[in-house]
């Protein structure tokens, strides 16, 4: 089992859906934990970031973290034909301890016109 | 442009070649760490600086790999002996806080 799980779609949803992309994660060490998106060829660019549990918004995405549950979701509400990529989720421990981020596979969206 | 900045964008090299790639990290970041992707996988850590000392290294980062960071500044990773299975974006990332800011990486093709 990898220490981080990720559904790799493809995901593909109208203009305007509401979009849920969710990652599971075995290591209850992880504290920090990061949304990043991915178009072809280019570098991740960083979305969301979140410490440790509860949910945080910004503009048309919400980052939520149950580290009870060891799961992380983001949302993209009213989404938009730019937000077709690839979705990766990333995590690391807290702060002492292992200092790399841990990346899922990703979930390939895209979002038809 | 102050975000992390990867030099070359592409590379391509013959097979027992050595490759050497730069990352230059936003300045004030202190952790810098260098990953490996290959299509339709996430980034695999590969090695971790904290300024100039190398505190961590995958055991994907073989013998024909080594990285640098003289002065806890910019970075080098560097590949000897390069084989096709090294064909992958090298992607480099700094961190000062929880959060890490990639750069746009370097895509290295072996022929």
């Known amino acids: 089992q990898k220490e981080v799980e990720q559904d790799p779609g493809p995901l593909s949803v109208p203009e305007g859906a509401i979009v849920s992309l969710n990652c599971t994660y075995s290591?209850?060490?992880?504290?920090?934990f990061m949304w990043y998106r991915q178009y072809s060829r280019k570098g991740p660019e960083l979305l969301m970031y979140t410490y440790s549990s509860g949910n945080k918004e910004d503009g048309r995405f919400t980052a939520q973290v149950d580290k009870s549950s060891k799961y992380i979701s983001l949302f993209i509400r009213d989404s938009q034909p730019s937000d077709s990529a690839t979705y990766l989720c990333a995590m690391r421990e807290r702060d002492n301890y292992g200092q790399n981020f841990v990346f899922g596979p990703g979930t390939r969206l895209s979002v038809l016109p | 442009d102050t975000g992390v900045s990867q030099d070359p964008r592409h590379k391509i090299t013959k097979r027992g070649q050595n490759v050497t790639f730069r990352c230059d990290p936003i300045s004030e970041h202190n952790r810098l760490y260098w990953y490996r992707q290959t299509l339709g996988q996430g980034p695999e850590f590969l090695t971790y600086f904290q300024n100039e000392a190398q505190l961590e290294k995958s055991r994907l980062l073989s013998d024909r790999f080594s990285a640098e960071r003289p002065k806890g500044s910019f970075s080098t990773l560097e590949i000897q002996r390069t084989e096709q299975g090294d064909s992958a974006m090298y992607l480099c990332?700094?961190?000062?806080?929880?959060?890490?800011?990639f750069g746009q990486g370097t895509r290295l093709t072996v022929v």
């Open positions: 290591n209850s060490a992880f504290q920090y």
């Open positions: 990332a700094s961190s000062l806080n929880g959060e890490a800011f």
